[in-house]
């Protein structure tokens, strides 16, 4: 089950934590760093020994070692990458998903930044879906 280099990068640089993420339903790079390396440390350590984060390689290393993975590591790599491109995916669509509260409560609002703040301060109301996004982005 080979997943696309981006992600599995991503995974891998976030190959070492995932206790950590705040009120996001997502999780940070830095997070997954965290979260990886206490449950894939083992296996990093006895399969990939020596290895850089560069280029895939240990997401590689572990792709390939997957029947010796522990358990618990494939499951956290599974459940990191997929946070992560729920991060992705809610970053690249907020202006979309959001547009219509962007409209109502935040018109004239100049930069991103700035729309993002408008936004965030007004959580009780934006929609859900556009809080939701703009949680799952990890903006608050």
Known sequence: ??????LIGAAAIALIAWTG????????YADAITVLAKD???????FCKGMNLGNNR?????????AKVSPTCTTT???????IQKREQAQSSYKKVCATDMARRCNGVKG???ILACLAGKTKTVSNQCSQTI???GWR
């Open 1 to 6: 089950m080979r997943k696309g280099p981006k």
């Open 58 to 66: 240990i997401a590689d290393c572990l792709a390939q070692n997957s």
């Open 135 to 137: 949680s799952d982005a």
């Open 40 to 46: 894939c440390g083992a296996d990093i350590r006895k």
């Open 21 to 28: 993420a705040a009120k996001a339903d997502t999780i940070s």
């Open 112 to 114: 991103d930044g700035y």
């Open 77 to 83: 790599l599974a459940s990191v990458a997929a946070s």
